[in-house]
């Protein structure tokens, strides 16, 4: 990371000196989001909002031609359907928002007070799987109804004690599938073929390369069979998980009664799978590509691609910059790069340039432009990217401009996603033996949370008493078991064999 | 309406026999939506929510293109911040869901129970005017931070004791616009400017005339100043609420804290409106174009526009239709008509050609295309209109009909709007007297509920007293009052001068 005794930052303070309070002023100074009065729940300022309907755009997108369709199942989960599950309400039951009474009336204080007590608690949905079931029990009569493909976008909320900015919020927004299938194997498919499309959005839309393969069976999805996640790097080094697929067997099928008549005659329970990303993702963006300036946005997911900045110190000349800001703004739009949807924005607002360009840096468009009188007259713009430093411009004329900006944001895009892969791999090492892992896992100097650590690739016995060990002893867990091809071993901590390396890590 | 002794329909009872009935089962016969076991929330299938997600599509662009912004804001209201607008929270304590625990855990029957009571009880939004009041609060101190323009789509819930698919549900999907101005003037020109994004709206994509305007005092939103509204008819004559608009003048800025510098250094109050569209726009274009064989769909808001039928009845020339279908799909798909997008289903499911047919005619997919092994050598297909009769088939060339697409769903959608006038003009009158008024409202045979009734357009003095007591005799209210022309005449019930006639239904 950089210098200590660089120049001033737009964001105090620097990643390497506190990166979570850095990550809460990025996200405060970018106008993402902030907190409410509502304990745990965050409000989606209009900035972030649009990072996620993009991320839904291009998620849907992979979804549909994946087969699924969306559809909508209730908000209330009665209690005794949650319960029916019983791994399953055993994970949710400590952060579950239960609703009790139907109705206000005023008290004897004079003061608004919960009447009119319902016959069953609600719980609101924390997932959906037991109320997305009992509706796929009454449609999944016969193996002709198999497979149900479908996804739901809505809200969710898990009670939170320790919220984060889209990290760990009680309520958030998401994306749930939940399948059905007539046998193990496609159910499995299907579990890794979602596992694989939010790999490919994370990595092509969102720039961030991932590790992807299984959960050790400690960190399983409560009442999954297998639990399959895609892991990101923060830049403090520390993982977070950024979208999970799960094979549910029959467990939920059992538990709701989703049963079909086999193509032979028999009754069988369906196979289910259900996966989920969530606006974790805005926040796993702002933690891997932003710098000490702000947030650094990869192209396809911006809300808007490039600004355009009218400078115009005199009034004389403000009709004149403005006209030829409108032009450009039009020849940009009429631009139809077929790949990439881009969305031009100018700057209106009589505040000072340089206030206004500090703006949209902590906001992280990618492209910024600036004209005025000068230009005006050279037939020029002056561009900034994003992804280099705030002082670096290039002048160039419009028409050069309006020409390669497709190819600029595809350059911002890729080198993005370059440099979050270069950090990633320096910080992921292949670790031997048991000390080499602490040490790993340890800041040299205690007083100064400094940054260490990162991925380890070790060999691993299996054991959850040894993961309990390493949890304990470092806050490190196994972030995911990958797939693929393996290269056997020894456990670093046991000596005993290994089939893979399996990646730890601190995580979010 | 149709002859009652007319050949066996689809959809069992027809809309003379019983209207309320018949909406039902075309909402199941469909599969656009069924109930859950959660008390009024229903289950929006992927056919339902499908048009949903055309609708917000569309709007959502109508929205931008007015310089509103999307955001999301909490699920909870605290019920201190609630209970700030007096008017506000005694309009929505009968219907409220009140989360009142954050645990469960396993009570002495071994059962789970709610557990950690909240200090203060949350509500689930009914609405979110306070919510969004007190970020708003935070943002604005300056005229310079004003207009604020933004919509939310989101799930909001308002207790049903009387719960009906789409039209009336405990949960249902809505669009809430909230916005803060500078002065009065303006912000009542949003809240006209957004009922005229509704009123285009609905007749361009949902082919439905309304009637819009004012609402009377005694239908205003709680705490609204002016809520605007438009009203669809159904084909039973009653007015289906389809969206309304709120000027709300300073009263929620005033109990939310909403302040600003004014230009002239004072403090002042901010200005606010919102407007509002829901789930029940999917029910209103059912009870308005549905016909005694299903749903009929405009083209627009359609989840798919053409649904090709492959007809092979030997498996010898199956492979061959199912090319051809194929073939077709991708030729309609590649016609790009600006103006209209259009998606394309293939039914290759191995059923009887009639059931799937029968299938898609409930849907009220538009176009139908049957495609067999005598089209295959003659190069055609047969078409069949959802707006024309079940059994009128054209047999056109494939390339004709492929050149023809657009222009065939743009005749639909067209012809769906001018029906759907006729119907609410032929059952729109002009009502000069209190007698007329009321038989216009009272069934000729009060065994038979037969239909009766539509808008009567007649004179009123403006007194809440009349509006009274024609709610009680004949459930007829006031659904608008008119802007714009007015005749001026005399109060059918007082005889008192009237200053233009006003819009009166039964209702949903």
Sequence with gaps: MSNPTATKTAITPRREEDFPEWYQQVVRAAELAEPSDVRGCMVIRPWGYGIWENMQRDLDAMFRATGHRNAYFPLFIPLSYFAKEAEHVEGFAKECAVVTHSRLEVGADGKMK????LNEPLVVRPTSETIIGASYAKWVQSYRDLPILINQWAN?????????????TTEFLWQEGHTVHETEAEAREEAQRMLDVYETFVRDHCAIPVFAGEKSESERFPGAVETLSIEAMAQDRKAIQAGTSHFLGQNFARASGIQFQTRDGKQEFGWTTSWGMTTRMVGTVVMTHGDDDGVILPPRIAPTQIVILPIAPKEESRAQVLEACDKLAAQLRANKYVDLAIDVEIDKRDLGGGAKNWEWIKKGVPL???????????NSVTVSRRDQSVKTKESMSTQEFVARAPELLMSIQQSLYERAKKFRDDNTRKIESKKEFYDFFTPKNSAKPEIHGGFALAHWNGSREVEEQIKNDLKVTIRVIPRGDAEAGKCIFTGEPSARRVVWAKSY
């Design 114 to 117: 919960p009447a009119s007590p």
């Design 156 to 168: 969710v909320v898990r009670w939170e004690m320790r919220p984060r900015l889209f990290l760990r």
């Design 368 to 378: 910024r432009v600036e004209l005025g009188p000068r230009d005006l007259e050279n």
